[in-house]
């Protein structure tokens, strides 16, 4: 796989406020077409290493899912089969420009996450690829701004755009939104702890639903459910997790993938 440079930023991986006291949640599928995953851990204090993403390109492999955790940044990577190049942006404020140039080239942002003081985002040439609006707003939190968002977000879904990703950083929200007439429909809560995600996830998933984006932000977490057309792939949310090597083999064996990683 071909490297695309981009300008690396040196990011200080030490999280602070009420965001880093959350532990990561991890969502996994089944019928993915991704094989065994690794996991690259970043640990707080360090420095974003560009040269562990270099290694993982070079050995044609990808980064399938991102997320800032009480462990620090982690990467899960594996090969992809309808994925190809990657590149990355890494900044202080919502990298709309970064977003909207990546559409322009032909690019599909397949990971948006933060710490609660930087942006990271993940962009890759995807076969075939869908078209995507992003967009970003204030933290929703009283009844008019809620009812606000589910306008827009409404008005999107008519559209068939569904969310596909979510990510917070400080009191602004940005979502991402990907072209998909699969989707039959989607349903979001704002819990306020990662086992309520755990939650809603048993109590949506006898009706089809599947976690498809899940972050924190200022005092509650952001989930959203998608339902699809076809027989849904069976999903795996694991709260709280310690040693996320140990629980994932267990998980792997039984051919399931890390989707998402939230914190």
Known sequence: MKIIKTAIILLALALCGEASAQR?????????????????????????????????WDNDEHIIA???TYHGLQLATARHPSWGNQTYNISQSYPADFISEMGRKGYTITELSSDGLNWLVIATEVTPRAPQLCFSFDDPA???????????????????????????SGNV??????????????????????QDI????????????????ADYGPGHYFCVM??????????????????????????????????????
Not at 28 to 46: D, M, N
Not at 185 to 191: T, V
């Open 24 to 56: 990561a949640l991890y969502v996994l599928s089944q019928g993915t077409g991704i094989g065994r995953q690794s996991i690259i851990p970043f640990e707080y204090g360090s420095q974003f290493e560009p040269d562990l993403l270099r290694a993982t």
């Open 66 to 68: 991102a997320g800032f």
């Open 142 to 168: 009283g009844e008019e701004e809620r009812a606000k968002l589910d306008k827009m977000i409404a008005s999107l879904a008519a559209d068939k755009y569904f969310i596909t990703d979510i990510a917070c």
């Open 173 to 194: 929200w940005a979502i991402v939104t990907t072209y998909n007439p699969d989707i039959t429909d989607q349903i979001y809560d704002f819990p306020t702890a990662a």
């Open 198 to 213: 755990s939650d809603y996830f048993m109590r949506n998933q006898t009706q089809g639903y599947r976690i498809s984006a």
């Open 226 to 263: 998608t339902r699809s057309k076809g027989t849904s792939k069976a999903q795996a949310v694991l709260p709280g997790v310690e040693n996320p090597n140990e629980v994932m083999d267990r998980y792997w064996g039984m051919k399931f993938s890390i989707t998402h990683i939230a914190h």
